[in-house]
Each structure stands twice: as C-alpha cells, then as structure tokens.
C-alpha cells in the first residue's frame, strides 16, 4: 500500500476513534476551540500585541495547547499497552517539538531541501522522546530509521501538520477585529478536531513503523 493511501486509512482510525470515544476527546476539542480563539479576542478587549499581556497569554495558551495534546498522546500510549504521568509527558514534548522546530527552520533558512527533509525525517523525534521508554538519547537517529520504512506516510503526515501550522495566517489580512474573530472561531471548529484526529494517526503511524 503506499503512502498516501495509509496515511488516510490511519486518519480515518483516528477520526473514527475520536468519534466513538466522544467523552474521552471532548475535552480536548472545546479546549482547543477556546485555545484557538483567545489570541483574535484581544484587539475586541483592547490589548495590543506589543504589550506584556499579550505575549505572556500566548505563551500561556501555547503551554496549555502542549498539556492538552499530552494528554491525547499518553491515552494513545495506554491505549498500545504503555504507560507514563503527564508531568513527564509535557515537558518532554514540548521540548522535543521545540528541538525539532528549531532544526526545520535551520534547514529552511540554509536552503528548502534540508528544511524539508528535517520536516520529513525528524517528524517522528517527539514521539521516539515520550512513547519509546527504551530510548535514552539518539532520537533523532531513530527517527530517521523509523521514516526510512515508509518516507511517503511520514511525509503526508508531516506535510499536512506543517499546513494546519500554517493556516492561521489565512486570516492576517483581515483587518477589522470582530470579523477576524467570527472567521477564526468558524475555523478553529473543524481544526480542532482535525489537531486531534493528526494527532491520533501521528501516534499510530509511529507505532506502525516501530513493529514494522
């Protein structure tokens, strides 16, 4: 099977899961919906983004965004027989998703090729540091080996979360604050659920490349 077509069968488990499990993700979701929308609130509240406010409550709210995708990855995590707290899975995930970051945007800044193949090849480094208790160091070399076994699923997977990063600067150019908020709520409806169902398949993908 290749890429593309297990990339969508493992993003159809995932929204399937979400699904049947309503009580387990609801949480989640309204959590990010509420997330998603407390930056576009602050010109209707008339805080400036130079001000201290505002960036203290970014921060804050990209924490709370990293505790409440945590927890989705440490129910995946029992889910396949594992176990872990959540004081160790946050910390750890958010700092090897701000390696990872760091290392994307180097190759970018060097040239688009090295920038895309650390998106591709490094993608699965935050999971390897939260879902592999074996693993003590190395996590990016064992990325690498797990992409190798299938480079076209990794990469839809990490081509698409790269996407959703982005999409939020769709609305930069709307300039009036109660538009820009009704579109961005409108938005974050459907990317919300969307985080948590790539969220799901991301974990499922590592989980299939580790016993492949």
Same mark, same amino acid.
Not at 20 to 26: C, D, G, M, R, V
Not at 81 to 86: D, N, Q
Not at 109 to 119: R, S, T
Not at 179 to 191: E, G, T, W, Y
């Given at each position: 099977?290749?890429?593309?077509?297990?990339? &969508?069968?493992?993003?159809?488990?995932?929204? $399937?899961?979400?699904?049947?499990?309503?009580?387990?993700?609801?949480?989640?979701?309204?959590?990010?919906?509420?997330? $998603?929308?407390?930056?576009?609130?602050?010109?209707?509240?008339?805080?400036?983004?130079?001000?201290?406010?505002?960036?203290?409550?970014?921060?804050?709210?990209?924490?709370?965004?990293?505790?409440?995708? $945590?927890?989705?990855?440490? %129910?995946?995590?029992?889910?396949?027989?594992?176990?872990?707290?959540?004081?160790?899975?946050?910390?750890?995930?958010?700092?090897?998703?701000?390696?990872?970051?760091?290392?994307?945007?180097?190759?970018?800044?060097?040239?688009?090729?090295?920038?895309?193949?650390?998106?591709?090849?490094?993608?699965?480094?935050?999971?390897?540091?939260?879902?592999?208790?074996?693993?003590?160091?190395?996590?990016?070399?064992?990325?690498?080996?797990?992409?190798?076994?299938?480079?076209?699923?990794?990469? &839809?997977?990490?081509?698409?979360?790269?996407?959703?990063?982005?999409?939020?600067?769709?609305?930069?150019?709307?300039?009036?604050?109660?538009?820009?908020?009704?579109?961005?709520?409108?938005?974050?409806?459907?990317?919300?659920?969307?985080?948590?169902?790539?969220?799901?398949?991301? %974990?499922?993908?590592?989980?299939?490349?580790?016993?492949?």
């Amino acid at each position: 099977m290749n890429g593309l077509k297990l990339f &969508w069968n493992f993003l159809k488990d995932a929204v $399937s899961e979400i699904l049947a499990n309503k009580k387990t993700y609801l949480g989640a979701f309204v959590s990010l919906i509420l997330l $998603s929308n407390v930056e576009s609130l602050y010109p209707l509240l008339g805080v400036s983004e130079d001000s201290g406010l505002f960036i203290f409550m970014t921060i804050l709210s990209t924490l709370v965004v990293f505790i409440v995708l $945590s927890q989705i990855v440490l %129910v995946q995590k029992k889910k396949h027989g594992g176990a872990g707290e959540l004081g160790f899975f946050v910390p750890t995930f958010l700092l090897y998703n701000l390696y990872y970051s760091f290392v994307f945007f180097l190759g970018l800044v060097l040239l688009i090729v090295p920038g895309f193949y650390a998106l591709i090849y490094f993608s699965m480094v935050p999971f390897i540091a939260v879902l592999d208790d074996d693993a003590q160091d190395g996590f990016f070399k064992k990325s690498r080996e797990l992409v190798r076994k299938n480079v076209g699923l990794v990469a &839809w997977a990490s081509v698409i979360n790269l996407f959703m990063e982005c999409s939020a600067l769709l609305f930069t150019p709307i300039k009036n604050p109660l538009i820009k908020s009704v579109a961005n709520f409108a938005f974050s409806i459907p990317d919300s659920f969307l985080t948590i169902a790539m969220t799901i398949a991301t %974990v499922k993908i590592y989980y299939y490349l580790k016993n492949s």
